[in-house]
């Protein structure tokens, strides 16, 4: 394939890769470049699209890139090579980015989203090798999910699959921003935990964040301890409704929410485990690219298609 | 393909067909002979076998078919032929069914579990014509489902998928025999909204079915009206969560269970827009095959693969 520059816009963060496939085995990529630079918090689309050309530049050294894969975190469609928005970055709104960045580096692009991307990349380089059914479930600030389905990345209809976030387990759950009561992001997101262990706590608005829960949780603090526990079964309910409808071999979870203890992963797999029938067979695992499954994904997204 | 014998092993009725594909077009099938018999209550697996291939024989007049095609009510698995049990009929535990008709009938055959055969007939005959993503659910005795992906049937790791029946959607809900509470077929299915209109009207254990719900809702009575709504409720909600982690273009739904009403379609279907992402597309239509849904999907399932 040649040279491959992968970029992913994270939001807060903006990281590029480049590989290059002629001098290493394609099971056995490594970075033959890598930044990542933070955006401000008062972003604007522009000012990322330009970062992010500046820093495909830099690590091209002067090289002309073959491919440019592309994860993008926030609804963005493989197909139309648009993104819709961003819920991070203002000046998103409809922005034909496979076509800019086609014009940016003369060289073919495919865009998708992040947790669509990171799905491939876990499967053709980390925790899904050889795994032809997988669900991959970013566990962070929204909770977002990749099939990858027959060993072919899987979007659905009109490219909205993967919303394991917006499935109910608890009709009589919170309300989420999506509007409806007891969704799984609404349970187990890092934000969400955060601010419910805050009004537990009788201080809405304080700055507590998600990784606090788990902190607080492992110090023994059983409101925490409760919060954390909660969004581990709603987690493993929407795991294990998905294992019933599709039967999956492997589960992926990467994400910060991940890095919560083995309390918490021990509650996911059982839960995971009693909502599933008990004949449905599958496992769950670590992802193991962590912050780098988008821009390996990119990568194969080049790769494979 | 020449003559296809068609077999539907389904509980209470074993149907039989014919088709001739080289007389036929492909997309305008007709049976050529077609013939449904009811087993006795007390039946046994070698009774049905014995009955099922008397109708074959009966049908074929003579003639050596081409391929048999089969679907099994209960679990069967398509890639090693095995029929593992039946719900409603004893002596089927790990049946060779696949290898036991290739003795019968000299000709190559293929099995599979009727809802997952039910799929492939609505999206080869039916209601799936040229839809490349759908979920198919049977609502009746139980609530299961088959899926079409990606213009393939798709069974999962271990053959598995498309137990929308056992997802959880309202963890509260009463225990179903699965050992879980408030999964889609407790709430949703003929037989248990009749045991809770029973239950509700005083007499546990008296005869009253599925339809008889459906009825006394029909006819005003506000206690089997709410448990009709709360079933219709229960799968809607089943299948917005499908629709948020698939995106099908399409859901169809067939089964006794489906008769009850435009009050009961309509609560199915405003359920599952709620509970689906605004921007997840699907829409939900009846099947077109009824009854012969699983007898088409055993044409379908040796003509495609």
């Known amino acids: ?105 003369a060289a073919p692009v495919r865009i998708d989203n992040d947790a669509n991307v990171a799905a491939l990349g876990e499967w053709r380089f980390g925790a899904g090798q050889g795994v032809a059914d997988l669900l991959y479930i970013t566990v962070s600030t929204g909770v977002g999910g990749g099939w990858i389905v027959g060993g072919r990345p899987y979007r659905g209809h009109n490219g909205m699959a993967g919303e394991i976030g917006h499935t109910i387990v608890d009709p009589a759950g919170p309300i989420c921003l999506c509007g409806k009561q007891g969704c799984v992001e609404r349970l187990a997101s890092g934000p969400y935990m955060a601010a419910d262990l805050a009004d537990a706590l009788g201080m809405p608005g304080h700055e507590i964040a998600g990784h606090d829960v788990a902190e607080m949780a492992a110090w023994g603090d059983e409101v925490a301890l409760a919060i954390l526990q909660r969004g581990a079964w709603a987690l493993g ?69």
């Open 1 to 105: 394939m040649g040279i491959i520059l992968a970029l992913d816009f994270g939001g807060t963060k903006l990281t590029a890769g480049v590989v290059d496939t002629a001098v290493h085995h394609t099971h056995d990529l490594t970075w033959q470049a890598h930044k990542r630079v933070y955006s401000p918090a008062d972003g604007h689309a522009q000012v990322d699209l330009a970062t992010m050309t500046a820093l495909g530049r830099e690590l091209l050294a002067g090289e002309r890139a073959t491919a440019v894969g592309v994860s993008f975190g926030g609804p963005a469609d493989y197909h139309t090579g648009l993104v819709r928005l961003s819920h991070h970055v203002v000046g998103w709104e409809e922005t034909p980015l496979q076509q800019r960045l086609e014009g940016i580096f």
């Open 237 to 305: 309910v929407g795991i294990g409704n998905a294992a019933n409808l599709m039967n999956p071999q492997r589960v992926i979870l990467g994400g910060g929410v991940t890095k919560s203890g083995t309390g918490w992963w021990e509650k996911v797999r059982q839960t995971a485990r009693q909502t599933a029938l008990p004949q449905v067979q599958f496992d769950i695992v670590p992802a193991a690219l962590a912050d780098d499954a988008p821009l390996w994904g990119a990568v194969a997204l080049m790769e494979t298609e």
